[in-house]
Every structure is written in C-alpha cells, then in structure tokens.
C-alpha cells in the first residue's frame, strides 16, 4: 500500500522560504513520476511541479523560477523548495505519486 506524508507546511511572509516534504512507502519510490500539487480555496486542484525517476522536471507557469523539486531515491523522499514566496503561493500543497496516490497535504500560508 502506498503512503504519502507530506510536512514543511507554515505561515511565512511574503519573499520568504519554505522547503515541503513528502516521504513515500509502500512501492518502488526510484521508479515513480512524484509531483507537487496545490489547492486553494475555492480553486481548482494545479500542479506546481513534476519530477520523474530520471530527475527530468516540469513547473507551473506561475512558478518557474521560484520553486525546484528535486529527489532523493534513497530516502524515498520528494522536496519541493519555495523561494520568494508570495500571498497568492497560499494553498494547500499536496504530494502525488504517478498521477494516482495523493498525501493528505499541508497547508502554506504567505501572509504578513
């Protein structure tokens, strides 16, 4: 069975960082696509980024340049760092595994 377990969620200010998480169990981590997604409220679910087991990358629009996924197979770990955070950033962030298995997310808020 699959399990995601997202953490580094928080409050921060507008220009600041976070680094989120995502630990995965349960099936081949090495092998799989993992992505970041995000909901806000009253929005629909995006994707924020994407990172296969080759390390090839894609990013939303809204943040290329400011966010990196990157990967670490043997700790069965997804990271998705966020740098010049702003308010609109604010959303739940959630962690997805071949386009199937979800976390159960983690809330960023960009406020000050």
């Known amino acids: 069975q699959v399990r995601l377990v997202e953490s580094g969620g928080g409050l921060v200010q507008p220009g600041g960082s976070l680094r989120l998480s995502c630990a995965a169990s349960?099936?081949?981590?090495?092998?799989?696509?993992m992505s970041w997604y995000r909901q806000a409220p009253g929005k629909q679910r995006e994707l924020v980024a994407g990172i296969t087991g080759g390390g090839s990358t894609n990013y939303g629009t809204s943040v290329k340049g400011r966010f990196t996924i990157s990967r670490d197979n043997a700790k069965n770990t997804v990271y998705l760092q966020m740098n010049n955070l702003k308010p609109e950033d604010t959303a739940v962030y959630y962690c997805?595994?071949?386009?199937?298995?979800w976390g159960q997310g983690t809330q960023v808020t960009v406020s000050s």
């Open positions: 997805n595994r071949n386009g199937i298995h």
């Open positions: 349960g099936s081949i981590f090495s092998l799989a696509v």
